[in-house]
């Protein structure tokens, strides 16, 4: 069944899937898939979103107060060509400093390249500081998007922070 976000009405996307089961994600403790669904429209306007995930890779939006009713941006084409997207995680190992420079690298682990300044945020559960997990360039998931995504996660209270950095 097709989610949809309690603020804005839009459809929910997966936007990262991760396979617990492959020994390089062995660190997140993760028995099954990690899927990790947004709220596209949302995630832009929003600080930071946390997300809690199990030990079967399920995961859920943190419920947070919206000081104003959202307005949805996204059109019905725009959520076709997202969920059209099937990335995978590429096979070769890369340099950790791989996505410097480029601003359409799509990263797991290693070190992102920065929109704006590095940005780590605080786990919402134990205060420490996340680590980086993932970005995801707006436009390599739909064509003249702007800005990344950046996932970052404690992984010893399964909590993920999300949060979009544009120039
Ligand atoms: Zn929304
Ligand atoms: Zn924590």
Avoid at 77 to 87: R, S
Avoid at 134 to 140: G, I, S, V
Wanted: net charge negative; hydrophobic share 35%; charged share 20%.
């Amino acid at each position: 069944m097709k989610q949809h976000c309690p603020h804005c009405g839009c459809q929910m996307i997966d936007v990262l899937r991760l396979d617990g089961l492959d020994e390089r994600f062995s660190y997140l403790e993760v028995d099954g898939v990690l899927t990790i669904s947004i709220c596209p429209n949302c995630i832009t306007f929003i600080e930071e979103t946390f997300v809690r995930y199990d030990e079967t890779g399920r995961s859920e939006i943190i419920p947070y107060e919206a000081s104003l009713e959202m307005e949805n941006y996204c059109s019905e084409a725009d959520l076709l060509e997202m969920n059209g997207n099937q990335l995978t995680l590429s096979a070769e190992a890369v340099p950790m400093h791989y996505a410097s420079g480029g601003d359409e690298v799509i990263t797991i682990g290693g070190l992102p390249d920065w929109v704006q300044d590095a940005e780590f945020a605080t786990c919402s559960d134990c205060d420490q500081t996340m680590k980086f997990l993932a970005a995801l360039p707006w436009n390599a998931l739909m064509d003249g998007s702007e800005g990344t995504l950046y996932i970052e996660i404690c992984t010893d209270c399964r909590t993920l922070c999300l949060f979009h950095q544009q120039t």
